[in-house]
Structure formats: C-alpha cells, structure tokens
C-alpha cells in the first residue's frame, strides 16, 4: 500500500524548476489519480 493509493492530486510545476509532466511521470506508479498538472512560470 502506498501513501498515495486513492489520493487525488494537483501538480503545479515550475518552468525553471521541475515541469508539470514529469512530476505526473514520476506519480504513475504510486497508484495516485493526476487530476490537474501544469507547468507555469513564476518571475
């Protein structure tokens, strides 16, 4: 059991930093549903 199996999850990543989709990426397997994920620019 994962600490994410169920959860629902909103992803804001950083155009500088880590995007978006390659946090979504990284959430695959941990059994979490990826309802929101963006990439934004903070400045």
């Known amino acids: 059991m994962s600490l994410f199996d ?3 999850v909103i992803i804001i990543g950083d155009r500088d930093g880590i ?3 390659a946090m979504a990426e990284c959430l695959k397997g941990t059994g979490a549903e990826v309802v929101y994920s963006a990439t934004e620019c903070f400045v």
């Open 6 to 8: 169920g959860k629902k």
């Open 19 to 21: 995007p978006g989709p």
